[in-house]
């Protein structure tokens, strides 16, 4: 079996591999070309070292990857903490709540030569239907080393029908190029993986520059919590109960404190009222005790006290 890698834009050999007793091989599958497959190689002459597999075919006695240089526009976390501030991969600069690109790598298929491309199905080594791949945003949710737990994003209509997807809004999203706000993006809670921090990349911006490292996209407050209480939905039971009597708690609270205002409003009024009343019949009380001959600091004292005995 041969495989021959072509340069896409003048149709030269970049390079060529042989082997023997080897039937089958993977390669990236292309069907559909929902999103671009990279691949990294060093050939003889060729400085760049990232390529885009633009198309594969085969005959009876080879197999043709067509691929189209593709520099790598910026370097990955892991990459740039390790290399170019010497420190632990991630233990700084992925933040919780941020949103990041991370590369799950491709599907592949088989490639035998005279036959047809057959979907993989045995090979395990390589991604598989169901899993995630693809150059895909994701909500940063725990960074530990050289591992980091996220949380995917998708804009798939079909999602906002799914209980564990998340809907976000739009503030999330408003450091992020126009293509990003356009559809509602889901965080999707049922594919919560923990990745390697070298597969993770910043985004672009708005103005298509590549947001600097400690200036990434976070989620607006709404969004986390909401991310928040649908974790603690489908991961535990118990959060979700005590959540739930919280919420009675704290609207009976909500209540009590309702009526107790009610009741204060009530009581000063009638506070008032009684204070005008007392105002009106105060100068009958004096004009009585000057007739009584009482002495007019007796009268303050009494007058006190009434007043004093409205408030208890």
């Known amino acids: 079996m041969r495989i021959v890698y072509n340069n896409s834009s003048d149709n030269s050999t970049l390079g060529s591999l042989e082997y023997t007793d080897i039937p089958v091989t993977l390669l990236p ?3 559909g070309k929902k999103h671009p497959v990279f691949s990294q190689h060093h050939f003889a002459g060729e400085s760049n070292l990232h390529w885009e597999v633009v198309n594969i075919t085969q005959s009876q006695s080879e197999i ?64 598989l239907p169901g899993e995630l791949h693809k150059l895909r945003p994701c909500i940063v949710l725990k960074k530990d080393g050289d591992t980091t737990q996220i949380i995917p994003l998708s804009t798939k209509t079909y999602n ?17 190029p126009k293509n990003m706000r356009d559809d509602t993006s889901y965080a999707l809670l ?10 993770i990349y910043p985004l672009d911006g708005a103005d298509g520059h590549t947001l600097d490292y400690n200036k990434q996209q976070e989620l607006c407050s709404s969004d986390i919590q909401a991310i928040e209480t649908g974790l603690a939905q489908r991961f535990s039971s118990k959060i979700k109960q005590h959540l739930a009597s919280k919420d009675q708690q704290l609207e009976s609270k909500s209540a009590e404190i309702k009526g107790l205002k009610a009741r204060q409003y009530t009581d000063n009024q009638r506070y008032q009222e009684q204070l005008a009343e007392l105002d009106k019949r105060e100068q009958f009380i004096r004009l009585l005790g000057d ?6 600091d007796d009268l303050d004292m009494v007058m006190s006290e009434l007043k004093a005995s409205l408030t208890t």
């Open 29 to 31: 599958n292309l069907h």
């Open 64 to 127: 043709t990857v067509d691929l189209s240089a593709s520099p790598q526009k910026h370097n990955n976390f892991g990459y740039y903490s390790t290399v170019s501030r010497q420190l632990k991969p991630s233990t700084r600069l992925l933040k919780p709540w941020t949103i990041v690109r991370v590369d799950f790598s491709h599907h592949s298929e088989c490639h035998q030569l005279g036959k047809s491309p057959q979907p993989n199905h045995e090979y395990l080594a390589s991604r």
């Open 160 to 176: 906002e029908k799914v209980a564990s997807s998340i809907a976000l809004s739009k503030l999330s999203f408003n450091k992020l």
């Open 190 to 199: 049922h594919m919560i993986s923990t990745v390697s921090s070298y597969r």
């Open 291 to 296: 007739e009584m001959d009482v002495h007019h």
